[in-house]
């Protein structure tokens, strides 16, 4: 079993690293790639490091509902993120995350 991070210890700078990188998200399909499309702060939420989101992009194609992924990266590990679809991004789907 492959063990997964704790959310509540990931900070944005954990991810501004890793802007433009790849990311597999795990689909009962298989294996989507993920593209870090942006990197960026939401305020103040009491989180420690501030409250932060990510917006990823995937090839165009079906849109995936919103739900918790396992979401692999070869540094960070594996994150079970909630992804809401929020539209086309750059040539693709795009999919939000907010850490609050």
Avoid: C
């Avoid at 990931?10 to 597999?24: K, M, R, S």
């Avoid at 998200?25 to 990197?39: P, Y």
């Amino acid at each position: 079993m492959t063990s997964t991070v704790d959310l509540a210890k990931l900070h944005i700078d954990d991810f501004t690293p890793h802007q433009g990188a790849e990311f597999g998200m795990q689909t009962a399909e298989g294996v989507l790639a993920l593209k870090l499309a942006k990197v960026e702060p939401v305020g103040n939420s009491g989180r420690p490091g501030g409250a932060f989101s990510l917006l990823f992009t995937t090839p165009k194609g079906a849109w995936l509902p919103q739900a918790i992924y396992p979401v692999r990266h070869p540094e960070l590990g594996v994150i079970e993120i909630f992804l809401v679809p929020i539209g086309p991004l750059a040539d693709g789907n795009g999919y939000q995350a907010i850490f609050t």
